[in-house]
Antibody
């Protein structure tokens, strides 16, 4: 079955860190760019970061640049998001999404169900 | 950064009616790289349209997209009960993707 399964979310204090994972199955993971998109409670979609299939092209939203790091392990078919210096405004459901192309900058034809990150003291 | 503004914020219509949703970009979207998604409560977004006017796999033909440059629209020709949801546009003409704020389509 073609799917993405996120994990790693939870409750963290402001200034803390979390590492999200996204396990892919049912398609050739190494052929596609991957992205993270988040959605704050009751709000719209916000693009967070994208990584090309080879890992050579990386992009971040200004809101997370310098704090978040996207990476991937093609042998494990897994995408990661290391989140440091977390703020209350980072509280959201984090979706992993499969790009249609190998390079970054695409539409998303497959989404996971999301993992919830709550930043609160 | 390209800012996408969707209108209206909320659209109230009845099943069987025609819905037209708008998405306006702050600058021209390269190669009309504009997508539309549908999101129902508690679910992940679902791709409807890419390249401004191409339907994604399995999307009914009552959904259609049009537009170019800075003005785009999504039309649902005859609303079915399952179409009431939130709709987002997304531009992917630049590596830093942006989404519109969404249009909520509700039952009148």
């Amino acid at each position: 079955e073609v799917q993405l399964l996120e994990s790693g979310g939870g409750l963290v204090q402001p200034g803390g860190s979390l590492r999200l994972s996204c396990a892919a199955s049912g398609f050739t993971f190494s052929d596609y760019a991957m992205s993270w998109v988040r959605q704050a409670p009751g709000k719209g979609l916000e693009w967070v970061s994208a990584l090309s299939n080879s890992g050579t092209s990386i992009y971040y939203a200004d809101s997370v640049k310098g704090r978040f790091t996207i990476s991937r392990d093609n042998s494990e078919k897994t995408l990661y998001l290391q989140m440091n210096s977390l703020r209350a405004e980072d509280t959201a459901l984090y979706y992993c999404a499969k790009d249609f192309y190998s390079g970054s900058g695409s539409y998303y034809n497959l989404w996971g169900q999301g993992t919830l990150v709550t930043v609160s003291s | 950064e390209i800012v996408l503004t969707q209108s209206p914020g909320t659209l109230s219509l009845s099943p069987g009616e025609r819905a037209t949703l708008s998405c306006r970009a702050s600058q021209s979207v390269a190669s009309n790289y504009l997508a539309w998604y549908q999101q129902k409560f508690g679910q992940a977004p679902r791709l409807l349209i890419f390249g401004a006017s191409s339907r994604a796999t399995g999307i009914p033909d009552r959904f259609s997209g049009s537009g170019s440059g800075t003005d785009f629209s999504l039309t649902i020709s005859r609303l079915e009960p399952e179409d009431f949801a939130v709709y987002y546009c997304q531009q992917y003409g630049t590596p830093r993707i942006t989404f519109g704020q969404g249009t909520r389509l509700e039952i009148k």
